[in-house]
């Protein structure tokens, strides 16, 4: 029966299972090196000149605690430094070394609420309504039922914002006779008094310049601006005015509407932000880091947390007991001072590895390259330029 012994004896020999997460228990290099880290974090606390109350699961502990601390920093790095990229991809795969490509698509979803302002697409449908329209009456009521059809909801329960309304007189197009046809302008007489009229095949129309259609068009507008009625209307609330005074050949306005509860809600039904798509800090599929995939600087950190994590815990066993008495005498431990040297150690570690992080964010990159673009840039001024004499 194998009995436990409460002071590390100089010694161990890791198998799988000596964790409490098992994460890397399976991985060849944290299996060769825990015993490593034990024996080194020991003897860097005094052994074998000092007793380390420690047993060996408690060296593998933080060795398994270190190595997480690093890989949820390195993690928290990433998530920060790529969520606009991240918005809407699926949850079901393991980002963890592997490289994000800086995309469009956050900044895209942020513009498509502008959008559904500008009348320029959006993520809220537009839907299409109409207004019975009646004989010599201006004035109608937009939450009127009667009156009112929607193609989803109904007026007057339903809050709807009119985007569009379809209220403008025919297009001077229609009015304006087609140039090509020659009885229509007067071509047909010019084509005559020139000598081409007589042509055959007949020569029935003359190729005018696009201005003069355009000037016939505008003439044609300007007319019904000043000598009639102009098409308009006036939107106040729920009720709207139009103008002319309806007659004769109206029978209905058709508009253009948004449903105001789609504008509001939150969760819009669009394609990549449901239930299994990133949508926040918490379900970025970033996992732990393969340990036999980090290189020597970022097991250096891991060992020097391991340290100051194995410091800390040595600190709470002995502070437990602030002496021991013994014959004549009693023995003071310094439970607290590990405990606060280890604190100092863990936070500059902490700060350390994110001060290293942030100088490697996307932006800090960008910056340093233009800073050193501005310098070679610099440099190429001192260069004298060669004269080539022809």
């Known amino acids: ?52 109350e420690l047993q060996d699961i408690h060296l593998y502990t933080c060795f398994e605690e270190a190595i997480n601390e690093y890989g949820a920093q390195l993690n928290a790095y990433n998530i920060r430094d790529n969520m606009l990229n991240l918005y809407g991809a699926s949850t079901g795969s393991n980002l963890t070394g592997q490289t994000v490509s800086p995309n469009m698509g956050g900044i895209i979803r942020l513009a498509e609420e502008y959008g559904v302002e500008a009348g320029t697409n959006g993520n809220v449908t537009w839907y299409t309504g109409s207004i019975t329209m009646t004989d010599n009456k201006q004035i109608y009521d937009l939450t009127d039922p009667t009156i009112v ?37 007067g071509t047909q007489q010019m084509l005559d008094a020139f000598g081409f009229g007589n042509y055959s095949p007949g ?31 006036e939107l106040h609330n729920n009720r709207i005015r139009v103008f002319p005074i309806p007659g004769g050949a109206f029978t209905k306005i058709w508009f253009e509407y948004i449903k105001k509860s789609d504008r509001s809600n939150p969760l819009k039904d669009i394609a990549g932000q449901g239930t299994g798509n990133i949508s926040d800090f918490s379900n970025v599929p970033y996992q732990s880091v393969i340990y036999s995939n980090v290189n020597s600087v970022g097991r250096q950190w891991i060992r020097r ?86």
């Not at 909801?153 to 304006?176: M, W």
């Open 149 to 185: 059809t929607l193609e989803s909801g109904t007026a007057g329960i339903d809050a709807i914002e009119i985007k569009r309304v379809y209220h403008d007189p025919p297009p001077a197009l229609t009015r304006f006779f087609d140039p090509f046809i020659g009885s229509g302008v």
């Open 203 to 233: 020569v029935s129309f003359m190729m005018m310049p696009v201005y003069a259609d355009l000037l016939r068009l505008q003439a044609i507008e300007f007319n019904d601006l000043v000598r009639r009625s102009a098409y308009s209307f």
């Open 1 to 52: 029966m194998a009995v436990n012994i409460p002071i590390w004896p100089g010694s161990s020999s890791f198998f799988p299972g000596s964790t409490p997460f098992g994460i890397y228990d399976n991985d060849y290099d944290f299996q060769i090196e825990a015993d490593q880290i034990a024996k080194w974090c020991a003897q860097r606390l005094g052994y074998p000149l000092s007793e380390i």
């Open 305 to 390: 947390y391991a340290l100051a994590l194995t410091k800390e815990l040595l600190g709470w066993v002995r502070s437990k007991y602030s002496s021991i008495p013994i014959p004549n005498s009693e023995i003071t431990l310094n439970g607290a001072d590990l405990i606060s040297s280890a604190q100092t150690e863990k936070d500059a570690l902490i700060q350390e590895i994110k001060d290293i992080l942030d100088s490697m964010s996307r932006q800090s990159q960008l910056e340093r390259k233009q800073a050193e673009a501005t310098a070679l840039q610099g440099q190429m001024n001192f260069i004298p330029l060669k004269i080539y004499v022809g």
